[in-house]
């Protein structure tokens, strides 16, 4: 079973500046199927990115993923006030079951 | 637009069964291109897939390792609806509880469309 390990648990930043969050696996991730979601406070997850680097619908272009193997990125290359939030990745497939980073919270610093 | 619609108490006592709904909008339980699962989150725990349900011609389930002997996904096909049933919960299984769709094929785990969520306490 992979294991996600994402870092760091929190990154500070300013509107405007960009942001690198970091997911690691256990073992290599096939044919990069990992998604990316994003979580605010009270809310259900969402869904950003998936196949690494792949844009979910309505996601703002200011999302970039890339990676493959065991090291993943996301990327928001200038932070808007509504993107600090929770950001966890999940490795997918058609086998379960299926597992999720722990989160990397961006806060406004 | 696809919409899921959770129902179910907020407060369980230990040993007892948590049961949860997932009324489903914008699309069937049936359907064949569809997965319906179970996701709790807690402090502890983080995101963890619980199980899922779904239609290929016939109806199969999985389970997560960590509830497969306590845990049931029961679709409802007059209520375009599924359930989730944990028997003998503790304290350990108090979380936010999330019904989500995932797709087909490759797709089945990628969840697009979330519940709401419901926060199930265990508690005497």
């Known amino acids: 079973e992979i294991v996600l390990t994402q870092s760091p648990g929190t990154l500070s930043l300013s509107p405007g500046e960009r942001a690198t969050l970091s997911c690691r696996a256990s073992q290599s991730v096939g044919s990069n199927f990992l998604a990316w979601y994003q979580q605010k406070p009270g809310q259900a997850p969402r869904l950003l990115m998936y196949?690494?680097?792949s844009r979910a619908t309505g996601i703002p272009d200011r999302f970039s993923g890339s990676g493959s193997g065991t090291d993943f990125t996301l990327t928001i290359s200038r932070l808007e006030p509504e993107d600090f939030a929770v950001y966890f990745c999940q490795h997918y497939g058609t086998t379960p079951p299926w597992a999720f980073g722990q989160g990397t919270r961006v806060e406004i610093k | 637009q696809i919409q899921l619609q959770q129902s179910g108490p907020g407060l369980v006592k230990p040993s007892q069964t948590l049961s949860l709904t997932c009324a489903i909008s914008g699309d069937s339980v049936s359907s064949n291109s569809a997965a319906w699962n179970w996701i709790r989150q807690s402090p502890s725990r983080g995101l963890e897939w619980l199980g899922r349900t779904y239609y290929r011609t016939k109806w199969y389930d999985d389970y997560a390792v960590s509830v497969k002997s306590r845990m049931s996904i029961t679709p409802d096909t007059s209520r375009n609806q599924f359930s989730l049933h944990l028997n003998s919960v503790t304290p350990e299984d108090t979380a936010v509880y999330y019904c989500?769709?995932?797709?087909?094929?490759?797709?089945?785990?990628?969840?697009?469309?979330w519940g709401q969520g419901i926060l199930v306490t265990v508690s005497s």
């Open positions: 196949a690494a680097s």
């Open positions: 989500a769709r995932g797709g087909s094929g490759i797709t089945v785990s990628i969840f697009t469309y």
